[in-house]
Antibody
Framework: QVQLVESGGGVVQPGGSLRLSCVASALSFTSYGMHWVRQAPGKGLEWVAFMQYDGSEEYYADSVKGRFTISRDNSKNALYLQMTSLRPEDTAVYYCASKAAAYYFDYWGQGTLVTVSS | QSALTQPASVSGSPGQSITISCTGT?????????VSWYQHRTGKAPKVMIY???KRPSGVSNRFSGSKSGNTASLTISGLQAEDEADYYCCSTAVSYTSWVFGGGTKVTVL
């Protein structure tokens, strides 16, 4: 059974940094592109970033471009999101999700909460 | 990319059918057949219900169906059941497959 487990969330002050991790099991991780998706309190889902299966391409939502960096370590079946210059509006549950060949999100983690507050 | 437009809430009685609309633009929904729908219950991971506009993943009930006309996609739930209560989100790829945009979400209530 595929599992994606996120970690690294917590409380951080505005302007601070945080690094999220997502570890996959029972998934051919090296064959999957991977996403980060977030959900702010009381709001809907928002796509954040994507990295191709081999790390060759990465894409970002305009709201995080220049502040967040997605990366992966295929030897560890791990996906990361380095978040810098954090703002209160970045407060959200962050999910990692795998990209199916047909451009949808097939497997999801349970999420990790990031709170940006002074 | 602006969020796709969904109704905030839709309700129906058990056994009825409901339809959730998802309106985008010619830059996303209207230009790609990669529209998907997700069911999201509080505290759970989202679950894909429909992909590529009309396709159902293995294990998803055939009571769920999808369609698209122009810039608007739709999710229909037939034979509504109490277990269908959840938030539903549509999603489309955009910008030559380098971006994804979600709808604002629709809360489905079974009366």
């Amino acid at each position: 059974q595929v599992q994606l487990v996120e970690s690294g969330g917590g409380v951080v002050q505005p302007g601070g940094s945080l690094r999220l991790s997502c570890v996959a099991s029972a998934l051919s991780f090296t064959s999957y592109g991977m996403h980060w998706v977030r959900q702010a309190p009381g709001k809907g889902l928002e796509w954040v970033a994507f990295m191709q299966y081999d790390g060759s391409e990465e894409y970002y939502a305009d709201s995080v471009k220049g502040r967040f960096t997605i990366s992966r370590d295929n030897s560890k079946n791990a996906l990361y999101l380095q978040m810098t210059s954090l703002r209160p509006e970045d407060t959200a549950v962050y999910y990692c999700a795998s990209k199916a060949a047909a451009y949808y999100f097939d497997y999801w983690g349970q999420g990790t909460l990031v709170t940006v507050s002074s | 990319q602006s969020a796709l437009t969904q109704p905030a809430s839709v309700s129906g009685s058990p056994g009825q059918s409901i339809t959730i609309s998802c309106t985008g633009t010619s830059s996303d929904v209207g230009n790609y057949n990669h529209v998907s729908w997700y069911q999201h219950r509080t505290g759970k991971a989202p679950k894909v219900m429909i992909y590529e506009v009309t396709k159902r993943p293995s294990g998803v009930s055939n009571r769920f169906s999808g369609s698209k006309s122009g810039n608007t996609a739709s999710l229909t739930i037939s034979g509504l059941q109490a277990e269908d209560e959840a938030d539903y989100y549509c999603c489309s790829t955009a910008v030559s497959y380098t971006s994804w945009v979600f709808g604002g979400g629709t809360k489905v209530t079974v009366l």
